[in-house]
């Protein structure tokens, strides 16, 4: 069953690539989802330059969400800092909460159009599933191994990065895939507000009653969602795998 997946995402990978280097060749494919001799292939710029700086936007808004989410999960699990636990948990349940669009709406007037409100509409609606992973898994390591590690000498510090962060890795990367998937799809947004991605081949094939364009611009994100996921479980395996234990329990 494992090399059926690894056989399938192989040939998504390949599709993939030789979709966005040569779309031309893909044009008979759809072309009877033109009208009017209407473009089959996306021609309002490159489907590659989009792909990259889609991928780009999602990367640097999950790596800023998996930052402040982890480093919050791990205040608020300290002796020191568990009284803000509420406090925190309410501020990225807003984040979660508060629609894309509307987070879109509100920052372009004080950031302006492009890609400064997707990093932050990204940003937000990324943080949740990261922080209670965080949570989850810094909860799940045993007493008894902390306890372990207290008594080899180990000061709070070398407790929280040698064993409970380790441990605990499995959990929380599986919060980080979750965030992933969900920003490949909800950047396609970012469109609305002048930012390069892979929803202005969306936007296009609406403006245009295009459907070629539409469903181009949703299969490379279906296609990115399947790849980035395979990779995000084979990191979460591996992890798991060094620790000797089983898959990690996830939470959303």
């Not at 996306?42 to 999950?62: D, E, K, M, R, W």
């Not at 919060?175 to 930012?195: E, P, Y």
Request: overall charge positive; hydrophobic content about 50%.
């Amino acid at each position: 069953m494992k090399h059926f997946g690894l056989l399938g995402r192989g040939l998504v990978l390949i599709l993939l690539l030789g979709f966005i280097l040569s779309p031309q060749s893909f044009a008979p494919l759809f072309r009877p989802l033109t009208e009017n001799n209407a473009p089959a292939i996306y021609n309002h710029g490159s489907l590659l330059s989009l792909t990259l700086s889609h991928l780009t936007i999602v990367f640097v808004a999950t790596c800023a969400s998996t930052l402040i989410a982890v480093s919050l999960g791990i205040l608020v699990t300290r002796p020191s800092g568990a009284e803000f636990l509420p406090l925190s948990r309410s501020l990225v349940n807003i984040g979660q909460t508060f629609p894309p669009v509307a987070v879109l709406a509100i920052t372009v007037p004080l950031v302006g159009f492009g890609e400064m409100p997707t990093f932050i509409a990204l940003f937000l609606y990324g943080l949740l599933p990261i922080f209670e992973n965080t949570l989850t898994g810094l909860a799940q390591v045993s007493p008894l191994t902390r306890d372990a590690a207290r008594g080899m000498g180990m000061t709070p510090t070398h407790r929280l990065v040698h064993v409970e962060l380790p441990l605990a890795l499995p959990v929380i990367l599986a919060g980080i895939r979750i965030s992933t998937i969900i920003n490949l799809g909800t950047a396609t947004l970012g469109s609305t507000v002048a930012a390069k991605g892979l929803g202005e081949v969306i936007i296009a094939g609406l403006q245009s009653n295009n459907q070629a364009f539409v469903l181009q611009g949703g299969l490379i994100v279906a296609m990115l969602a399947v790849l980035v996921d395979g990779l995000l479980i084979g990191l979460e395996r591996l992890a798991t795998s060094r620790l000797g234990g089983s898959a990690p329990k996830v939470r959303l």
